[in-house]
Nanobody, 125 residues
Framework: QVQLVESGGGLVQAGGSLRLSCAAS????????MGWFRQAPGKEREFVAA???????YYADSVKGRFTISRDNAKNTVYLQMNSLKPEDTAVYYC???????????????????WGQGTQVTVSS
């Protein structure tokens, strides 16, 4: 139902930062739970972070303390601020939306979610 478009990916050196954005349209954004996932070549898609309609946040252990998820309901946009990037963070990052709860994003398999097209993040060195 909701359409999602990611942006902000690119090439960055280890230790650097990137900020990803996910713009939503076609739904009532403020009611959606939002999340970020990533998938590296040859690996399964993995959960990165999620944020509820009330801005409760959740993080994978691998990014906790380095990444911050946030949302601006007035702009229908969710963000992922990525600091202290490591080569193992290299992946295609996907935005996801669920109309009920972050619970459906935080456990696998993810069902009932809408997905963006993904944006490539590459960390060198």
């Amino acid at each position: 139902q909701v359409q999602l478009v990611e942006s902000g990916g690119g090439l960055v050196q280890a230790g650097g930062s990137l900020r990803l954005s996910c713009a939503a349209s076609g739904g009532t954004f403020s009611n959606y739970a939002m999340g970020w996932f990533r998938q590296a070549p040859g690996k399964e898609r993995e959960f990165v972070a999620a944020i509820s309609w009330s801005k409760d946040t959740y993080y994978a252990d691998s990014v906790k303390g380095r990444f911050t998820i946030s949302r601006d309901n007035a702009k229908n946009t969710v963000y992922l601020q990525m600091n202290s990037l490591k080569p193992e963070d290299t992946a295609v990052y996907y935005c996801a939306a669920h109309g009920t709860s972050t619970m459906y994003l935080r456990r696998s398999p993810v069902t009932g979610a809408d997905w963006g097209q993904g944006t490539q993040v590459t960390v060198s060195s």
